[in-house]
Every structure is written in C-alpha cells, then in structure tokens.
C-alpha cells in the first residue's frame, strides 16, 4: 500500500534533514578482492568462482595489493588521513547471496579516515565530511524469480550468481550532512556524482552506476526545526543512478515528514527504492554494530603502507574534479548556466570526449543535453548508457557542418545509430537522409511553390522578405527536409527580386 506524504516544501517548514550518504564503489582490478578469480562483467552465471570466494573448505583468503593501491588512492583524493596499520574484520551475517556467511570487510580499522570533498551546488560550496573509506569484498546476485518486481515478494523462486562475490568494494561513508535544508537531495546527487567523477578520474572504477559499480545507500533521519538531536534513520539501499538518489532522498524526507507529523514513530530499517513508483518501501529492520559480531579476520595479516609509498601514490592522483570543471568552462566559454546544466545531466566526460573527436563545445552540447538527453529520459537510463559513442556524436555533427545534413536530419540518423543500424555515415546512405545540394532540383522545387502561393511571392516582391518562410517551408516539405533552408531562402530571393 502507497504511505501518505508530506509537500516537500512543508516538510521543509516543520523538520530538518540530516543525511549520511554511504557511497559503495567496485574497483575495476582484474581479479577479486582475495582470490585470482576474474571479475569481468556480464560472464555466465557462477562460471567466475573458486574454493575460495565460494567459501569451501581450504580455500584461503590472500589480499589484492592492487585494491590496497586504489583503497590508498580513493583515500588521498577524498583528502583522508592514510592508515599506518589497519586490519580486516569480519561481519557476521547471513544472506543467500554471501557464500561465507560473514563478509570480509573493515570496522574500526579502515585504511583511509576523516576527510572531506568540496562541492558547488545551486552556487553554494557545501563541504561533505568523510568518515571513512575502507576496503570490504561484495555479495553475489540474487534473481527472483516468477514475481512482477522482481524482488523476493510474490517470487516463485530465487537463482544465486556467485560471480560478483569477493569483487573488491570500497565503501565511502561521510559524516553527518547537515544544514541543507531543501536543498538536500541536490546535495545528495551533487556528492554521488563527485564521487562517481572522481572515480573516473582516478581510474580505479569504471564507475557505471547501471552495471552497479557505483551504488549509494542514502541514509535520512529529519529533527524538528531549530533541534540538535538526531532523529532515527532510515537506509534506503543499493539507489544506482544520480536521478534515483535525488528522488531516494526527497521522498524519505517527505514520507517520515507525514509520519511524524501524524505522531508516529520512525522505524530504523532498510527500504528499497521503486523506481517506476518513485517511492521508498520497507525492507528489514536495521541492524546495529553489536549484531554484526565483528571481529579480527584471522586469516588475514594486517596492511601497514609505509609513508613512502603513501607519499608515491600521493604524486598519482589527477586533477579534482571541482578544479577539471572550472578549466573546461573557461575553455568551452560555458556560461555558468550552461555548465551548471552539463554537470546536472552528467555529460561533462561526454562533452569532453566529443570536442576532443572534433566538435566544437557548444554544438556537443547541444545534442548531448537536447537529443540525446530526451531519448535518454525516454527509456530510463544515464546519458552514458545510451547505444551512440562521443566519437558518432561528432562525427554527425562533421557531417551537419559539411552541410550534408541538417539539424532535422541529424536527429533521424542519431535515431539509426541508437537503432543499431550502423555508423552514421551508414544510416545516412541507408535512409537516404543526405540533403540535396542540386541547384536545379532545388530551383524547380522553389519555382512550383511560387507558382502555388503566388499572394506570398507578390509579398516578396514587395519588399516583406520575412514571408519567404512560407515558401521555404514549402520547399522543405516537398524535399522531405532534405533541402539547405540557407540556399533555399537564397534561391527565393534571388527569383523574386
């Protein structure tokens, strides 16, 4: 059943949002987190698993030194201190898709602790704390199947894929995000998708939220106005895409709104976020660190980074992304609206793959944030999940600025490419969509739509050249929008002046 909510913006008058983001990233090393098995996207059903990362007896753990590399780097970035000595732990719980039992993951020891990121949101720096990044193995995937959501309720039965078992995950955690206010689930979208960028950038993840590399659970909690005490949370979990966080978060803050203002109490629990209903639904109660048993992972020797190798990573890392934003909108010449709208749409990698394939900023703009943004929005999905490659984007414009197409033809082989039906220059052969540059099929095309209007050519002759848009749209419609409105226009002119 559907909970009643709040009006976010009285919401907003009556309750403070407090939130506390916990961002998990899958690194992108070949092998797992403590065997040598693949991690390789997309192979077949538990064809990547071993005695160890299925938990059978013998199977030892031995760590991945080039997640330990990234864990540090992750860290540096995120401006943490770096750990002189940590341990792994384990967390004692049960779960079909976890092999073992227990997860081999990081408690009170993580190798990288309290730091921060800067953010710029709606024109305001927001400083998010970081309590900690550490290192922790992922679960397999469970399938449920036989229901209509796909989830275990109203499932006939569940199939387990130990593929993603023992990946490598580190998990970001910040502190308190507090003083908000409305603007929370724009924070909350800003510093996923600073982390996502960041990750990127470092190339330690290949940061695909819709292949879950990337997932947030957002915790929320809201506190009348004008307390300080923390109010009980909720963790709405595995939310894998920048849209889906925004909304995660506003719709927890509206529902525990109505709840408190109706006097009930807000349950500590687990929810999960329904995308096609845009709404939160109760999961398992939350457990607490006591339940978790934590303790040593015996099998395990503990990480000591000397500081010269913290110090080497430290020469490693790339420009933030805070700072690539400011250099790229000076040298597009982006306003600050229009680069504020790039950032929102996540098309800054995009863009910049573009221009670097030889088109000028504004026009990948254009059809990355217009196009490409609308058929995105149509099926779902984050612009970069789209079936076109920057590389075609630029090369349909190469061919709009040759004159061999227009804007409108470009949006029907942008629709061939997304189709599947080939490169662009293939769907333009294909479709026939090249516009026609013959003078005389162009000239025979204008004189039958003076013949057919002859009112609107009087008007041209006598001097109103603002109605040629009748006869150009005339000519346009005759020539399928295959035609130059620039040379159309001329054609006309020239006929009747």
């Not at 300080?228 to 979990?237: L, N």
């Not at 996540?346 to 990355?368: H, N």
């Not at 942008?414 to 220059?425: K, Q, S």
Request: net charge negative.
């Amino acid at each position: 059943m559907t909970e009643s909510i709040m009006e976010f913006d009285t919401a907003l008058e009556n309750f403070d949002p407090v939130m506390g983001l916990e961002v998990h990233v899958e690194l992108n090393t070949a092998s797992k987190m403590f065997c040598a098995c693949s991690t390789e996207f997309g192979a077949e059903p538990n064809s990547q698993t071993c005695p160890t990362c299925l938990a059978l007896p013998g199977g030892m753990p031995v760590i991945n030194g080039k997640a330990v590399e990234s864990a540090i780097r992750i860290g540096l970035a995120l401006n943490c201190e770096i750990a002189e000595w940590c341990r792994m732990s384990r967390k004692n719980y049960f779960y079909p898709d976890m092999p073992k039992n227990f997860q081999i993951s990081q408690y009170d020891e993580p190798i990288a602790f309290d730091g921060h990121v800067d953010l710029e949101v709606d024109g305001e720096q927001v400083r998010i704390g970081i309590e900690r990044a550490h290192m922790e193995e992922d679960t397999g995937k469970s399938l449920h199947v036989g229901g209509a959501t796909g989830r275990i309720h109203g499932a006939d039965h569940s199939l387990l894929d130990y593929n993603r078992a023992g990946v490598p995950l580190i998990e970001i955690v910040t502190k308190p995000v507090e003083g908000t206010g409305a603007k929370a689930p724009q924070v909350a979208r800003a510093y996923v998708q600073y982390i996502r960028e960041l990750m990127k950038a470092l190339g330690v993840s290949h940061a695909r939220m819709e292949q879950g590399n990337i997932r947030c659970d957002a915790n929320v909690s809201l506190r009348p106005v004008g307390t300080t005490e923390f109010g009980t949370r909720t963790e709405t979990k595995n939310v894998n895409s920048l849209r889906s966080v925004e909304r995660a978060v506003a719709y927890e803050i509206s529902r525990q709104a109505q709840v408190l203002t109706d006097g009930g109490m807000i349950n500590q629990e687990t929810r999960h976020w329904q995308e096609g209903e845009g709404i939160t639904t109760a999961g398992r109660s939350k457990e607490t660190a006591e339940d978790y048993r934590y303790f040593p992972e015996p099998d395990l020797v503990p990480i000591a980074p000397s500081r010269e190798w913290v110090a080497e990573l430290q020469q490693t890392l790339p420009e933030p992304p805070n700072v690539r934003l400011k250099r790229l909108a000076e040298a597009w010449q982006f306003s600050e609206l229009e680069l504020r709208d790039v950032v929102a749409a996540g098309a800054i990698d995009l863009i910049e793959e573009t221009v670097t394939a030889g088109a000028s900023p504004q026009s990948a703009r254009k059809w990355w944030l217009s196009e490409l943004a609308r058929r995105a929005n149509e099926a779902g999905v984050e612009l970069e999940a789209l079936a076109i490659t920057a590389v075609q984007v630029a090369e349909i414009q190469k061919l709009v600025d040759a004159g061999t197409l227009n804007d409108k033809l470009a949006r029907q082989v942008f629709e061939g490419v997304l189709a599947g039906e080939g490169t662009p220059a293939e769907v333009v052969q294909a479709r026939g969509l090249a516009v026609v540059s013959d003078d005389s099929a162009l000239g025979d095309a204008v004189d039958r739509a003076i013949e057919a209007n002859p009112d609107v050519a009087e008007k041209i002759r006598g001097g109103k050249v603002a109605a040629a848009g009748a006869l150009i749209g005339a000519v346009m419609k005759e020539m399928r929008g295959q035609a130059d409105a620039g040379k159309v226009r001329e054609l006309i002119l020239a006929k009747l002046s």
